[in-house]
């Protein structure tokens, strides 16, 4: 059965010390890794898709990362805009996707 | 236009009652979902629908029913819930079902439903 674990589950950060969350994954042929930001009683927003190991994507402060076991989220200088739960998905080769529990962010001004 | 709404916001209704979820798109998307998520847990897939057609039921209660009337209009109706039934419901939209998008999903903002 596929796998997606996060963490930390919680991370507090003060405003502008960067920090990176982990996804890790096991998964039979990978057909991609999402990574979503969700805002407290909203739904979630959809940030980058990886589709390869080595493949990086960036926004703004977010930079997503990809190996063959796990990906990596990496907040450079976050602001308290950036507090939220970050939500990482994998697609089996059935097009299903499953998501793991999250890393909810607090960022302190 | 990239938005999926939803109504109600909030929904709350007693064990006998019938009520209906409601969710819309505009984007030309084909594929539409319906998912549950309940307090610091991850969302969990209910429904998908494929050029209207249901294509995926992951063995939710018959309680709920699922409902799509035309490529931008999506319903869960339900009846008969118990109160573990209680959670936010997240409609959501892609492109299409069996492509390497259709992890890019665009949710709405969901409906907070309370059973009594």
């Known amino acids: 059965e596929d796998q997606v674990t996060q963490s930390p589950e919680a991370l507090r950060l003060q405003e502008g010390e960067s920090s990176s969350l982990n996804c890790s994954y096991t998964?039979?042929?990978?057909?991609?890794l999402f990574w979503y930001r969700q805002d407290p009683g909203k739904g979630p927003e959809f940030l980058f898709t990886?589709?390869?190991a080595g493949e990086e994507k960036e926004k703004e402060r977010l930079k997503a990362t990809l190996t063959k076991k796990e990906s990596f989220l990496h907040i450079t200088a976050p602001k308290p805009e950036d507090s939220a739960t970050y939500l990482c998905?994998?697609?089996?080769?059935?097009?299903?996707?499953?998501f793991g529990a999250g890393t909810t962010v607090t960022v302190r001004a | 236009d990239t938005e999926v709404t939803q109504t109600p916001k909030h929904l709350v209704m007693g064990m006998t009652n019938k009520k209906s979820l409601k969710c819309e798109q505009h984007?030309?998307?084909?594929?539409m979902y319906w998912y549950k998520q309940k307090a610091k847990k991850p969302p969990e897939l209910m429904f998908v629908?494929?050029?209207?057609?249901?294509?995926i039921n992951e063995s939710v209660p018959s309680r709920f029913s699922p409902e799509c009337p035309n490529s931008s209009l999506l319903n869960l109706h339900l009846h008969a819930l118990q109160p573990e039934d209680s959670a936010l419901y997240l409609c959501?939209?892609?492109?299409?079902?069996?492509?390497?998008?259709?992890?890019?999903?665009?949710f709405g903002e969901g409906s907070r439903l309370t059973v009594l």
């Open positions: 959501a939209s892609s492109q299409d079902r069996d492509s390497a998008n259709t992890g890019e999903l665009f």
């Open positions: 998964v039979s042929g990978l057909r991609g």
């Open positions: 990886l589709y390869s």
């Open positions: 998905a994998v697609q089996a080769p059935d097009y299903k996707l499953s």
């Open positions: 984007m030309g998307h084909r594929a």
């Open positions: 629908y494929s050029y209207e057609k249901l294509s």
